[in-house]
């Protein structure tokens, strides 16, 4: 298995958010790595169709994303 960097969008206040997302996003992949799992393209892939099949997942994530 190789590590590629990818590029996403976001919205962010301004490039130090930004910033703030991408080292979180990245700190979340380098601590599951260090717990022995690998997060994968294709686990993201499946996670997200899954979430959003989980009505009691998808609207905990919305309110999270929804309020500040």
């Not at 994968?40 to 905990?60: C, H, L, P, Q």
């Amino acid at each position: 298995m190789k590590v590629f960097p990818i590029t996403i969008r976001i919205y962010a206040e301004d490039e130090q958010e930004a910033e703030q997302a991408r080292h979180a996003l990245g700190g979340f992949v380098d601590q599951m790595g260090q717990l022995g799992v690998m997060v994968t393209g294709s686990k993201i892939a499946s996670g997200m169709e899954r979430w959003d099949k989980n009505t009691f997942v998808k609207s905990r994530i919305i309110d999270h994303f929804k309020n500040k």
